[in-house]
């Protein structure tokens, strides 16, 4: 073996050093993003000198955004590559968890085994709708150990829960579509004979919503927490749903919030999908073209398309960062509203 000088030895170590201490890749920004303003209110809500920034690229099907503020970072999945990501200003995109979701999924039955909506339960601890496990779990974000939360409902276990939010009172809704499995909802293994909206009370019971919707899919609350939003993802019915709810979290009435079957096409890639909402009531979907932004009463404002189907959304940084998950890429853009919560 043939000895290292002295001084070619530290130049190595101060070599490596410098790489490990290399700051992550700057974003950059899609030239080809484009916003439609279609009501002069879209123009409070997007600034003149916007621009949207891509953070990172190279997944299956990103989703799942949350912004964790106790650690002030962004965490999403990638549902097909069976990941979870972490990425922020200062670190970039690191590995959070893998697998996010099953451990050894069959993948002859499997389309998408890993974790897909993520929700916060407390600055120590996320929720997850964990379609690889077949349930809605948390996990702790220190050990990285998950726990279940809801999996089964009337001894059925769940097909693949898809989206989950969570009330102030710790009141739980979320959305059970069979997008895990390639047969959908012929796959033997499904056992439920809708694709349900659920609720998980206080108390740990799970009860039935909505057995109507085909593919209910993102769920979302209003900032007062009286109205539950659910997108459903049908190209012939690609609707958004609301659910009026009282004090305690119980449905009371239900309503089309929004219809965006008009805006399905070829050239507008993406359905309703994940969403956020802002303080003042202001809804950002997912849609066909991209992030379509809604008026609290469901009148459509605009929409925000960063040029790839976009899945889901959510508000980070102080409050006014929008983060998109599209397809194979994390992004964002800055907005005049702040996310509800900030």
């Known amino acids: ?35 439609d303003r279609w009501d002069p209110a879209m123009d409070a809500i997007v600034p003149k000198d916007w621009k949207i920034e891509k953070l990172a690229e190279g997944f299956g099907w990103a989703e799942g955004p949350i912004w964790v503020k ?19 200003d200062k670190g970039g995109l690191e590995k959070f968890l893998d697998p996010s979701g099953a451990a050894n999924p069959d993948m002859s039955i499997w389309r998408e085994a890993g974790a897909n909506g993520l929700a916060i339960l407390d600055k ?3 929720l997850l709708a964990n379609t690889g496990n077949r349930g809605i779990e948390k996990l702790d974000l220190k050990s990285k150990q998950k726990t279940p939360v809801a999996m089964s409902f009337e001894g059925k276990k769940f097909a ?63 900032p007062d927490e009286r109205t539950l939003y659910v997108t459903q993802s049908e190209p012939t019915k690609a609707i958004i749903m609301a659910y009026s709810l009282d004090a305690g ?12 079957t008009d805006l399905v096409g070829e050239k ?14 202001t809804i950002f979907t997912s849609a066909p073209g991209g992030i379509l932004v809604l008026s609290k009463e469901g009148k459509r404002l605009g929409r925000i398309d960063d040029g790839k189907a976009t899945a889901n959304c959510k508000f980070g940084d102080d409050g006014k960062t929008l983060y998109l998950t599209s397809h194979t890429m994390l992004a964002r853009i800055r907005l005049n509203v702040s996310g509800a919560g900030f």
């Open 268 to 281: 507008s890639p993406g359905l309703p999908d994940g969403l956020a909402v802002a303080s003042d009531g």
């Open 160 to 222: 693949s829960p898809n989206d989950v939010t969570r009330m102030k009172s710790s009141v739980l809704f979320f959305t059970d579509p069979p997008y895990g499995y390639k047969k959908f909802d012929a796959a033997p293994e499904v056992e439920i004979k809708f694709n349900g909206v659920y609720r998980m009370g206080k108390d740990g019971k799970v009860t039935a919503i909505e057995k109507e919707l085909y593919r209910p899919n993102g769920v979302a609350l209003s």
């Open 249 to 260: 979290g119980n449905v009371t009435g239900k309503k089309l919030f929004h219809d965006a």
């Open 1 to 35: 073996m043939r000895m290292l000088s002295v001084s070619a030895a530290v130049l190595l170590i101060t070599s490596a050093a410098a790489c490990a201490a290399a700051p992550p890749p700057a974003p950059t920004k899609i030239e080809d993003a484009t916003i």
């Open 70 to 88: 106790s650690g002030g970072y962004l965490l999403f999945t990638d549902v097909p590559g069976n990941k979870m990501w972490k990425w922020s």
């Open 124 to 126: 120590n601890t996320i």
